[in-house]
């Protein structure tokens, strides 16, 4: 584990902001010690913190992403041509808590494909584990629309086919999984209608 001081030099940035990215959830320390109140990362977060930059550095913070995207009708200033999000609303894994994220998406037909990439980091992301937990408590938010949708994870044989899919589109991804030991999975989600 890295002392905040040590992760805040490895990843080219001030303590402030680091504490600032707990504060507002974006990124939360691995530890912090009872006593002393120190906070611990590991090398692990380097690729999550690597993300919140790379959107800043469009002018962009995952607030404000939401934030514009309720503003302007599911549309977000700055991104490069033909990168979509939507918002992922999930309920925490453990706590069942309320649990929201912008991602990137890319759609198959009317199925809605998001990947559990976590900036290459070796771990699956937290909205992962929420979607495993409840595959049926998921709400998308995409342009104007929100509505349920359904959960499941892409079977590997199908997985593949769609991975090369988006890697081809977002070669990002491609970047991500090369070199990570850790399989990315692919989610798909399907618009649930209401009876």
């Given at each position: 584990m890295l002392k905040i001081r040590d992760f805040?030099?490895?990843g080219e940035v001030s303590m402030t902001t680091l504490r600032y990215y707990n504060e507002?959830?974006?990124l939360k320390p691995i530890h912090v010690d009872p006593e002393t109140g120190y906070r611990f990362y590991t090398m692990d977060q380097l690729p999550h913190l690597h993300r919140i930059l790379a959107f800043k550095?469009?002018?962009l913070e995952l607030i404000q992403i939401i934030e514009e995207f309720h503003a302007n009708g599911g549309k977000v200033r700055n991104l490069p041509p033909g990168i979509n999000f939507l918002l992922l609303h999930t309920l925490g894994a453990k706590s069942n808590q309320?649990?929201?994220i912008p991602l990137q998406y890319f759609k198959e037909g009317d199925t809605y494909i998001i990947?559990?990439?976590k900036g290459g980091a070796p771990t699956n992301p937290d909205w992962y584990y929420n979607i495993l937990a409840h595959p049926d408590d998921v709400t998308l938010e995409v342009g104007t629309e929100q509505f349920k949708a359904h959960a499941t994870v892409a079977k590997p044989a199908e997985?593949?086919?769609i991975f090369a899919d988006v890697a081809r589109q977002s070669p990002n991804f491609a970047d991500y999984q090369k070199d990570n030991p850790r399989i990315m999975p692919v989610v798909l989600l399907k618009r649930v209608n209401a009876k």
């Open positions: 805040a030099r490895l507002i959830g974006l550095e469009l002018g309320p649990r929201l990947i559990a990439a997985r593949n086919r």
